[in-house]
C-alpha cells in the first residue's frame, strides 16, 4: 500500500479460541512494528443450494491480499455441509500444506532434537470425496491421484528444500501396494529430480519411515517430506507428537500459486474459549511462517526467538497446556517484553 508503506494481510480470527489467539498476533505485531495492516474477514459460511461457500467480500479480500492468516473454524457436525476448511482449500487452489514440527526448548518431551518438515499434497488422493454403494454391504473409496497435482506439490517440496537448505528430499509412499496410483507419484517426484541436482531424492516406503521417525526422529533434520494426502494427515500429526506433544503450538502453511493461507492446526478449542486461557504460540509461528514467505524475515525471526525464549523462562510464562500458570494475555504481555 504506497499510502502507508504497508502490506494488507487478510485475518480471519476464527470461532472458539480464534479471537482470543488473535488478538495476541495483533498486539506482539504492533509491538514489534511488523510494516502489516491486517483485514479482518469474515468466513462465516453461507449454505447455497447445499453447497458450503465463503461470503463474497472474504474471498475478494483474499484475492486482492494473496497471504491470509487464519484461526481455526469450527465445523457444524452432522449437517451434511462440506467443511469450511476444505472449501477454502479448493477455493483458493491451496495444493501444499507445509508442516514443521520442531522442539521447544523448555518444555520436556520424549526427544529433544526434533527438527520435521512435512509437506502433504492437500486436494486429492484419499480426499477427493468419490465414494458410493456398490451393492448392500459393500462400499467403494476412490483414492485419485493425478500427474499435475502431483507435480505441482513435489515442485514445491524441492523449491522449499532449497529455500530452507536441506539436501533431500524424501517420497513416502505405499507403491508396493497402490503400484498405479503412489507408483505415478514417486515417478513424477523421479523426473523432476532431474532438474534439481543439488537435492538428493529419497523413496521411503510408509510403514519404514513411521517406525523410522519415532525411533529416531534426528535422522530427519536434513530433510524435506512429501507425500500423498492422507499419508500426509496421518504422519504430519505424529511429527507434532514427536516435536512438542501439544498441537497448541504447531503451525501450518497453506500454499496455492497465487494465494497462501497460514494457521494454527488446533481447532476452536471450546472447552476453554473465552476464559483467557488458550495458548496463542501455534497462530504465533503461523504468522512467523507468514513473515517468512513475504521476505520479512528480520520481524520473522524476532518474534520467533521471543515467542520461544518466553516458553523456555519457565512454568509462570507459560500456559496451562504446558503445564504452566500464564494466561494468554500474560503470556503475551512477556513476549512483547522480550521482542
Ligand atoms: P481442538 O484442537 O479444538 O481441541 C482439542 C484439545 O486441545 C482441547 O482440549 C483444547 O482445549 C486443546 N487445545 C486446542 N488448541 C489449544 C490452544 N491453542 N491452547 C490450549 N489448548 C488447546 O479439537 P476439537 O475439540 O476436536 O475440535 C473443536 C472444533 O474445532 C471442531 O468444530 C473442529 O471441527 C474444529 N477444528 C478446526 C480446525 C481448523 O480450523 N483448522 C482444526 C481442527 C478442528
Given at each position: 500500500?504506497?499510502?502507508?508503506?504497508?502490506?494488507?494481510?487478510?485475518?480471519?480470527?476464527?470461532?472458539?479460541?480464534?479471537?482470543?489467539?488473535?488478538k495476541?498476533?495483533?498486539d506482539i505485531?504492533?509491538?514489534?512494528?511488523?510494516?502489516?495492516q491486517?483485514?479482518?474477514?469474515?468466513?462465516?459460511?453461507?449454505?447455497?443450494?447445499?453447497?458450503?461457500?465463503?461470503?463474497?467480500?472474504?474471498?475478494?479480500?483474499?484475492?486482492?491480499?494473496?497471504?491470509?492468516?487464519k484461526?481455526?473454524?469450527?465445523?457444524p457436525?452432522?449437517?451434511?455441509h462440506?467443511?469450511?476448511?476444505?472449501?477454502?482449500?479448493?477455493?483458493?487452489?491451496?495444493?501444499?500444506?507445509?508442516?514443521?514440527?520442531?522442539?521447544?526448548?523448555?518444555?520436556?518431551?520424549?526427544?529433544?532434537?526434533?527438527?520435521?518438515v512435512?509437506i502433504?499434497?492437500?486436494?486429492?488422493?484419499?480426499?477427493?470425496?468419490?465414494?458410493?454403494?456398490?451393492?448392500?454391504?459393500?462400499?467403494q473409496?476412490?483414492?485419485?491421484?493425478?500427474?499435475?497435482?502431483?507435480?505441482?506439490?513435489?515442485?514445491y517440496?524441492?523449491?522449499?528444500?532449497?529455500?530452507?537448505?536441506?539436501?533431500?528430499?524424501s517420497?513416502?509412499?505405499?507403491?508396493?501396494?497402490?503400484?498405479?496410483?503412489?507408483?505415478?507419484?514417486?515417478?513424477?517426484?523421479?523426473?523432476?529430480?532431474?532438474?534439481?541436482?543439488?537435492?538428493k531424492?529419497?523413496?521411503e516406503?510408509?510403514?519404514?519411515?513411521?517406525?523410522?521417525?519415532?525411533?529416531?526422529?534426528?535422522?530427519?533434520?536434513d530433510?524435506?517430506?512429501?507425500?500423498?494426502?492422507?499419508?500426509?494427515?496421518?504422519?504430519s500429526?505424529?511429527?507434532?507428537?514427536?516435536?512438542?506433544?501439544s498441537?497448541?503450538?504447531?503451525p501450518?502453511?497453506?500454499?496455492?500459486?497465487?494465494?497462501?493461507?497460514?494457521?494454527?492446526?488446533?481447532?476452536?478449542?471450546?472447552?476453554?474459549?473465552?476464559?483467557?486461557k488458550?495458548?496463542?504460540?501455534?497462530?504465533?509461528?503461523?504468522?512467523?511462517?507468514m513473515?517468512?514467505?513475504?521476505?520479512?524475515?528480520?520481524?520473522?525471526?524476532?518474534?520467533?526467538?521471543?515467542?520461544?525464549?518466553?516458553?523456555?523462562?519457565?512454568?509462570e510464562?507459560?500456559?496451562?497446556d504446558?503445564?504452566?500458570?500464564?494466561?494468554?494475555?500474560?503470556?503475551?504481555?512477556?513476549?512483547?517484553?522480550?521482542?
Amino acid at each position: 500500500d504506497a499510502s502507508t508503506g504497508k502490506f494488507t494481510v487478510s485475518f480471519i480470527e476464527g470461532d472458539g479460541v480464534g479471537p482470543e489467539i488473535s488478538k495476541s498476533v495483533k498486539d506482539i505485531f504492533a509491538e514489534a512494528k511488523v510494516p502489516i495492516q491486517w483485514e479482518k474477514c469474515d468466513v462465516t459460511p453461507l449454505f447455497i443450494n447445499g453447497l458450503t461457500t465463503i461470503p463474497e467480500p472474504a474471498v475478494k479480500s483474499i484475492n486482492k491480499n494473496l497471504i491470509a492468516l487464519k484461526g481455526p473454524l469450527a465445523t457444524p457436525i452432522g449437517k451434511g455441509h462440506r467443511s469450511l476448511n476444505l472449501t477454502l482449500r479448493k477455493t483458493f487452489g491451496l495444493f501444499a500444506n507445509v508442516r514443521p514440527a520442531k522442539s521447544i526448548e523448555g518444555y520436556k518431551t520424549p526427544y529433544d532434537n526434533v527438527d520435521l518438515v512435512l509437506i502433504r499434497e492437500n486436494t486429492e488422493g484419499e480426499y477427493s470425496g468419490i465414494e458410493h454403494v456398490v451393492a448392500p454391504g459393500v462400499v467403494q473409496s476412490i483414492k485419485l491421484i493425478t500427474k499435475d497435482a502431483s507435480e505441482r506439490v513435489i515442485r514445491y517440496a524441492f523449491e522449499y528444500a532449497r529455500a530452507i537448505d536441506r539436501p533431500i528430499v524424501s517420497v513416502v509412499h505405499k507403491s508396493t501396494i497402490q503400484r498405479l496410483a503412489d507408483g505415478l507419484f514417486v515417478n513424477v517426484a523421479k523426473e523432476l529430480a532431474k532438474e534439481y541436482p543439488d537435492i538428493k531424492l529419497q523413496t521411503e516406503l510408509l510403514d519404514n519411515a513411521v517406525l523410522s521417525v519415532v525411533t529416531d526422529p534426528a535422522k530427519y533434520s536434513d530433510i524435506v517430506t512429501v507425500c500423498p494426502n492422507l499419508y500426509g494427515d496421518i504422519l504430519s500429526d505424529l511429527n507434532s507428537g514427536l516435536s512438542a506433544g501439544s498441537l497448541g503450538l504447531t503451525p501450518s502453511a497453506n500454499i496455492g500459486h497465487k494465494v497462501s493461507i497460514f494457521e494454527a492446526v488446533h481447532g476452536s478449542a471450546p472447552d476453554i474459549a473465552g476464559q483467557n486461557k488458550a495458548n496463542p504460540t501455534a497462530l504465533l509461528l503461523s504468522s512467523v511462517m507468514m513473515l517468512n514467505h513475504m521476505g520479512l524475515t528480520e520481524h520473522a525471526d524476532k518474534i520467533e526467538k521471543a515467542v520461544l525464549s518466553t516458553i523456555a523462562s519457565g512454568p509462570e510464562n507459560r500456559t496451562a497446556d504446558l503445564a504452566g500458570s500464564a494466561s494468554t494475555s500474560s503470556f503475551t504481555e512477556a513476549v512483547m517484553k522480550r521482542l
